[in-house]
């Protein structure tokens, strides 16, 4: 059984840095796609950054240069630093894990992130 719990979300001011963290089980990372989405009210949900299973990582053009997206396989958690973030960076994230093997796909619950002063 797979699971994805989101933490780490808040409010913050624009300039200022989150870290969101999601605790897996379930999920192989060796043999998984892990990413991080995003969704604000009112626009379609959409892929912030992504770390494949051999670890390589991508990021939308939004976000290239301000977030990083990491793994510790010993903690089963996948990580997504925020730095210098922007009003439109509010959003709920939600971690997302993709089976290499069955082609399923997780989500957690999400976590909200607000940009405001």
């Known amino acids: 059984q797979v699971q994805l719990v989101e933490s780490g979300g808040g409010l913050v001011q624009p300039g200022g840095s989150l870290r969101l963290s999601c605790l897996t089980s379930?999920?192989?990372?060796?043999?998984?796609?892990m990413g991080w989405y995003r969704q604000a009210p009112g626009n379609q949900r959409e892929l912030v950054a992504t770390?494949?299973?051999?670890?390589?990582?991508n990021y939308a053009d939004s976000v290239k240069g301000r977030f990083t997206i990491s793994r510790d396989t010993a903690k089963n958690t996948v990580s997504l630093q925020m730095n210098s973030l922007k009003p439109e960076d509010t959003a709920v994230y939600y971690c997302?894990?993709?089976?290499?093997?069955?082609?399923?796909?997780?989500w957690g619950q999400g976590t909200q992130v607000t940009v405001s002063s």
């Open positions: 997302n894990a993709n089976s290499l093997l069955t082609h399923r796909e997780f």
């Open positions: 379930g999920v192989i990372f060796g043999l998984s796609t």
């Open positions: 770390i494949f299973s051999g670890g390589s990582t």
